[in-house]
Nanobody, 126 residues
């Protein structure tokens, strides 16, 4: 079993920044790919960013490229999402996810992730 716990969400003004964290436990974190997804009310869950086991490969949704940065610290079993220049359109519940099957490449498909956190709310005021 894997437990993923997100933190760092909150209320921020448009143009501001937040850093989300996702702490993992229960498995050898360093061998798995990780992803961040988000879901706004009335919308489907969408891929935001992903990172492979070593951090050598990352992938971003077009809507966040240049503003968000995903990183990981395998010694701390934690993956981060630094979010800058936030927009009201970024407002959603953000989830981290762990991919058991692909460690060197990043998948953008939610169904290919095996474990999910409970989510953290990000609210952006205009």
């Amino acid at each position: 079993q894997v437990q993923l716990v997100e933190s760092g969400g909150g209320l921020v003004q448009a143009g501001g920044s937040l850093r989300l964290s996702c702490a993992a436990s229960g498995r050898t974190f360093s061998t798995y790919g990780m992803g961040w997804f988000r879901q706004a009310p009335g919308k489907e869950r969408e891929f935001v960013a992903g990172i492979n086991w070593s951090g050598s490969r990352t992938s971003y949704a077009d809507s966040v490229k240049g503003r968000f940065t995903i990183s990981r610290d395998n010694a701390k079993n934690t993956v981060y999402l630094q979010m800058n220049s936030l927009k009201p359109a970024d407002m959603a519940v953000y989830y981290c996810a762990l991919d058991l099957n692909r460690y060197s490449i990043v998948t953008t498909t939610a169904g290919e992730y095996d474990y999910w956190g409970q989510g953290t709310q990000v609210t952006v005021s205009s």
